[in-house]
Every structure is written in structure tokens, then in C-alpha cells.
């Protein structure tokens, strides 16, 4: 059973940046990709960003441009910097790791609030 552990979330105001780190139980490259996702409250969880194991990176549409998705396979730690921070980014950001045969993993999320 993987494990995956967020950190770095917190309180930042508008405009500001957080790096979000995702430390996983064993190697990143067993995935055939992993990714961050976000709920806000009373709404579904989103796909914020992915990485494939080849290394390829997506967005959604909101946050291209701010946000940088990164791994360190050295230290089995997926990465969200994310930059020019609005209050519409408030969420539960969560990291999730997905196998090819379909079997995937979440961590247990890092509040980040945006205000000011």
C-alpha cells in the first residue's frame, strides 16, 4: 500500500506563493503518473496538475501560467509551486498517484487558504 504525504499548505495572501510537496513511500517512477488535485468546499475535487512518468506535465486552464508542477525522483517527491495565489485557489489540495493498470492513491490533502 503506497503512502503519499502533502505538506506546505497554509495562509498566504492574495498574490502570494506556497510550494506544496508530496512525499511518496516508495519510487515516483512506479506511477504511471501523479498529480495534484483541489476541493474547495462545497464543490467537486478538480484536477489542478499532473506529471507522467516520462516526465509530461498538464494543467487545467486556471492555473497555467502560475503554477509549476516538478518531481525530485531522488527524493520521491512530486512538487506544486504555485505563484500569484487568488482567493479562488482555497482548497484542499491533494496528491494522487495513479499505476497504469489502473490502481491509484491519495494522500490525506493540505489546506491552503488564500486571503487577506
Known amino acids: 500500500q503506497a503512502q503519499l504525504v502533502e505538506s506546505g499548505g497554509g495562509l498566504v495572501q492574495p498574490g502570494g506563493s506556497l510550494r506544496l510537496s508530496c512525499a511518496a513511500s516508495?519510487?515516483?517512477?512506479?506511477?504511471?503518473?501523479m498529480g495534484w488535485y483541489r476541493q474547495a468546499p462545497g464543490t467537486e475535487r478538480e484536477l489542478v496538475a499532473t506529471i507522467t512518468s516520462g516526465g509530461s506535465t498538464n494543467y487545467v486552464d486556471s492555473v497555467k501560467g502560475r503554477f509549476t508542477i516538478s518531481r525530485d525522483t531522488a527524493k520521491d517527491t512530486v512538487y506544486l509551486q504555485m505563484n500569484s495565489l487568488k482567493p479562488e485557489d482555497t482548497a484542499v489540495y491533494y496528491c494522487?498517484?495513479?499505476?497504469?493498470w489502473g490502481v491509484g492513491y491519495w494522500g490525506l490533502g493540505t489546506r491552503v487558504t488564500i486571503s487577506s
Open positions: 516508495g519510487s515516483i517512477l512506479r506511477y504511471n503518473f
Open positions: 494522487h498517484a495513479k499505476h497504469s
